[in-house]
């Protein structure tokens, strides 16, 4: 175990990456919440101070270079070389095939593909240094094909490559790289495809459990909980690995 545990989550304003710093300060790390603007991180940093955690708000596009790189700086900083890292921030821009744009596609790659890569890029050396790392990067049930989501659930599948890539390229240095692959999880992502539909979040939300073994949406807590496994010292056996939390195997 590294002496600092401090960890990063993107997107973590809200929804799911806000439920995953929230966690992760609860099982006592120092965490830097990330989203666009770091206004937006204000209620996830002061959930995490209130119950007694330590949080930075972090304003960063994470597909931006150079701004990836001085977020990381000013953050080892603040809280200390971060050797946990949450890749989560996400956009949808779905479409069918024939409708979307170009600039649909990219700024779904941008963000999930490129910003992951960055993120990972950044704060490699801190983990290489410390010899211990844990990164998670969150994928979805849409990298197996998802109608309406040609970049989105391309962007999902590549996130599974970087995972194995990294796990490979950073084992011996004591840093496991995994990914999570959530099915419907009720967010303001899900609740802006319901309005995509036309179709009220509760009874989209039914729909949806009504295809779940589980008989239930989930929750960002669910897989907040898996990234609280993932990154445990006891789960440093377990590398390259994608999990699906979805309620039952995909459909
Ligand atoms: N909700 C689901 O059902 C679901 C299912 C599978 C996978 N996921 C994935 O989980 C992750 C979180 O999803 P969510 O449902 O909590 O989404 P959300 O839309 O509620 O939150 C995403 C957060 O990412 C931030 N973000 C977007 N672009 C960014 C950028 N360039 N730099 C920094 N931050 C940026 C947003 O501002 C937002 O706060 C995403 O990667 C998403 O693709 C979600």
């Not at 708000?57 to 270079?65: T, Y």
Request: aromatic content about 6%.
């Amino acid at each position: 175990m590294a002496d600092s545990r401090v960890a990063i989550v993107t997107g973590a304003a809200r929804g799911i990456g806000a439920a995953t710093a929230k966690r992760l300060a609860e099982d006592g790390f120092a965490v830097a919440v990330i989203d666009l603007d770091e206004k937006q991180c204000a209620d996830t940093v002061s959930a995490i101070e209130s119950g007694g955690g330590t949080a930075l708000a972090v304003g960063c596009d994470v597909s931006d270079a150079g701004q990836v790189e001085s977020a990381v700086d000013r953050i080892a900083a603040k809280l200390g070389g971060p050797t946990v890292l949450v890749n989560n921030a996400g956009v949808i821009r779905d479409n069918m095939l024939f409708k979307m744009s170009e600039d649909d596609w990219d700024t779904v790659m941008n963000v999930h593909l490129r910003g992951s890569f960055l993120m990972s890029r950044a704060v490699q050396k801190h983990m290489v240094e410390a010899k211990w790392g844990r990164i998670v990067n969150l994928s979805s049930t849409s990298a197996l094909g998802n109608r309406g989501q040609a970049n989105y659930s391309t962007a999902k599948a590549g996130l599974q490559g970087l995972t194995k890539t990294l796990a490979i390229e950073l084992g011996k240095f004591g840093v496991t790289a995994n990914a999570i692959a959530p099915g419907f999880i009720a967010t303001d992502m899900t609740k802006a495809t319901a309005e995509r539909v036309g179709m009220d979040f509760e009874d989209f939300a039914k729909a949806a459990a009504s295809q779940i073994p589980v008989a239930r949406a989930g929750q960002p807590e669910d897989v907040a909980n898996t990234v609280s496994f993932f990154v445990d010292e006891r789960s440093g056996f377990v590398s390259g690995q994608v999990i699906y939390v979805a309620g039952g195997p995909k459909v």
